[in-house]
């Protein structure tokens, strides 16, 4: 993902610090609309003067995007994605787009005037050019409805409610700048934000953001603001003129910044008035693989991991393993406690057995682990964790899928997987240890397809799957980030892609992990491997990190931001690391302890950190996944009629819903609280009830 410089729309150009930019084209500065009072969030649907005598309108909830191919569009237009909001796009550098006018905004059906669309979206206030027809055309048409529009970069002058940045504002590079949350903004769309918003800077070289900010004219509510010379100054706010309301944005920022994925929810609540289809959370899980089995440890000298296959001059024994003790285990129950955080232990339960073998039959680890059991979820890592894909040959660097005389691959066996599944659920059990059958994560996600050696499944996987009544088997989502099917049939089990740590398994101290970064991440001139060199998708750094700081000074904050960046992007895929990462120097801490605490100091109590299990999060990509597909076929409906919201999808299918508190659901008979709390809002995947073809919410009136 690019965090770094965006591209800025060529509509809104930027001006020199403290200079009044020159306006753009057929947008003169003196240009004002007449203020009138903004539209209650949740008020119903005002016709106009000529049409008091109409029936309430509907309003589909779907949302209306002008793109001009800028940064700020293409942000937001993931949001609506991500989240499952429908949208439709009109590009602006399309000859053949439609023209925007009365008949593409609306229409009446069944002798009700209804609003195609509930929000829009523009680059900026004058993407059509004021004045131009189509310009007048959505004017009236917001009038008309009571539609919101969000101007998604533009900069400080009269016509969006600010003063020009001359006049006590501000312009420049925002890089490192903490805004605040007004109280409006608290109050309003951005209820979920605890007060201050830190703008990223992730490289002092580069400008990654730019903003106007201006002070609020009549008619102009600020909610993120900046302090500036005798006071504070807006980048974010609502300006109410003319009977139409607009949410002004009047700073750069690409779909990766922190400063927008923290914004992102507001500004889709504030553009669907908080009635919209689709739901978000901030969700966090991390799996620690290999719990009771030890670790390979890096070999500085060797730029190695003897007991791998590729690492030349090894035994083919691993050395020196790096394995938790039983203060790593008290630790862990400890800092789970303190942190208000669970962990996910993935475990081989025949390879803590095989270690308590060849140690004098005593495990004091294991003995620790299992005492504290219920302070941990548990996921089957298989019993003693072998490579269940294709039978490996290891006589070759690297390995190949070993075949037979007649040329056919050679896979681990049916019987052998499903052995392998069974014994390591059957240990759990039989220690009190409460796991979910369902669930399994196989060692080195093998099995599953492994580019380039083995390019398919072994076949044999999917049975021994369903033999054991797995349902959901982790995947490496640096391999495969898209949730398929393992096999074939309605029964068949899911993959749960879960996002690698940069905090590697065959490393026990900060200096190993820095030894080992440099070696992949330097130039073969500055003694690393050269890797970064010739993959295109890596950086190479400008120079090896000191091993005694680099991972304290780099690495940590560097996958802490990786890791929050995922949070922040409604991603519920789990986070994997290793045991060695809680050994030793217990490196996955101060990762950790970062990212929880750079989210608690972002967001409000009200939306808290979701910790899914894995099974959940299947489930949750599975109805994406759905929903994704019955939107994109056309067969979902949904409007808004006054206070009542109208859902319908096709059979099976569990529509995602976000509406205000105080939102009821009709049931068969009677009705019942929607959804619940999150963020300040209620949200939940639902469905029609008992004798029903459709869900019907009821908002609240006030």
Not at 68 to 87: C, F, N, Q, R
Not at 672 to 688: L, N, V
């Amino acid at each position: 993902m690019d965090s770094g410089r965006i591209r800025t729309p060529r509509t809104a150009p930027r001006a020199p610090h403290g200079a009044r930019p020159a306006p753009r084209a057929g947008a003169p500065r003196g240009a004002r609309l007449a203020v009138l009072a903004a539209a209650a969030l949740l008020a119903t649907v005002v016709p106009s003067a000529q049409a008091v005598a109409a029936p309430v309108p509907r309003v589909d909830l779907t949302v209306l995007v002008v793109d001009d191919g800028g940064s700020a569009v293409e942000a937001i237009t993931a949001e609506l994605k991500g989240s499952g909001v429908p949208y439709r796009t009109i590009d602006l550098d399309d000859p053949n787009r439609p023209v925007l006018d009365a008949a593409f905004l609306s229409d009446t059906v069944d002798g009700r005037p209804r609003a195609k669309y509930q929000g829009v979206v523009l680059p900026h206030e004058s993407a059509f050019g004021p004045g131009s027809a189509e310009h007048t055309a959505l004017q009236a048409y917001e009038r008309t409805f009571g539609i919101p529009q969000v101007d998604a970069y533009t900069w400080s002058h009269p016509g969006v409610g600010l003063d020009y940045t001359d006049q006590g504002g501000w312009s420049g590079v925002l890089d490192g700048t903490t805004a605040g949350v007004t109280a409006a903004g608290q109050a309003g769309p951005f209820r979920y934000l605890a007060g201050s918003l830190a703008f990223e800077d992730n490289d002092p070289s580069i400008g990654e953001s730019y903003g106007y900010a201006g002070r609020p004219r009549a008619g102009y509510t600020s909610y993120v603001d900046i302090p500036v010379t005798g006071g504070r100054a807006s980048l974010v706010g609502e300006y109410a003129a003319d009977g139409r309301r607009e949410l002004v944005v009047t700073f750069a920022y690409n779909q990766y910044q922190r400063q927008f994925r923290a914004l992102a929810r507001g500004i889709v609540e504030w553009l669907t008035q908080g009635v919209h289809l689709g739901q978000s959370r901030n969700y966090l899980s991390v799996h620690v693989d290999d719990v009771f089995a030890p670790d390979a440890r890096w070999d500085a000298a060797l730029n190695c991991t003897p007991g791998d296959f590729d690492c030349v001059g090894d035994d083919g024994e691993g050395v020196n393993p790096i394995r938790m003790t039983v203060a790593d285990a008290q630790y862990a129950a400890a800092w789970q406690k303190s942190s208000g955080f669970t962990l996910d232990m993935v475990y081989n339960g025949g390879q803590g057995e095989q270690w308590k073998t060849e140690h004098g039959g005593t495990d004091p680890l294991t003995d620790r682990l299992v005492a504290d059991r219920a302070q941990y979820r548990w996921i089957n890592h298989t019993y003693t964790h072998p490579f269940l894909g294709c039978v490996q040959d290891n006589t070759v660097v690297p390995w190949q899928c070993a075949k037979d005389t007649a040329g056919n691959t050679l896979w681990v066996s049916r019987s052998e997987l499903s052995a392998q599944i069974r014994d390591n659920h059957n240990w759990a059990v039989g220690k009190g240890i409460s796991v979910d059958r369902s669930e399994l994560v196989t060692g080195e996600h093998s099995g599953l397809k492994t580019l380039p050696q083995q390019p398919v499944d072994n076949p044999n996987l999917a049975n021994a799957l369903a033999d054991n009544g797995v349902k959901w088997t982790g995947s490496d989502n640096s391999r495969e980030p898209q949730q398929r099917a393992v096999g074939t049939g309605s029964g068949a089990a899911r993959t749960v892609p879960r996002h690698p740590m940069n905090v590697y398994y065959n490393v026990g101290t900060a200096a190993e992990m820095a030894d080992e970064y440099n070696w992949i991440y330097t130039s073969r001139a500055d003694g690393g491997s050269g890797i970064c060199e010739s993959n295109p998708a890596s950086t190479c750094l400008p120079a090896p990190l000191d091993t005694a700081t680099g991972y304290a000074e780099r690495i940590a904050p560097q996958e802490a931001r990786t890791a929050l960046s995922h949070v922040l992007g409604n991603d519920p895929r789990p986070h994997y690391v290793h045991q060695s990462n809680l050994a030793e120097e217990r490196l996955l801490y101060p990762v950790l302890d970062r990212v929880l605490a750079d989210y608690r100091g972002l967001f409000a109590p009200n939306a808290p950190l979701v910790n899914p299990a894995q099974r959940d999060v299947g489930t949750e990509l599975s109805r994406r996944t759905a929903w994704d597909q019955a939107l994109a076929a056309g067969k979902v409906t949904a409007y808004r009629i006054g206070t009542t919201v109208t859902i319908k999808a096709p059979s099976g299918v569990t529509a995602p819903v976000t509406a205000p508190e105080g939102t009821r659901k009709r049931l068969l008979l009677g009705t019942a609280a929607f959804g619940s709390p999150y963020a300040g809002s209620r949200s939940a995947w639902t469905t029609p009830e008992l004798l029903q073809s459709t869900v019907t919410l009821t908002l609240p009136t006030a």
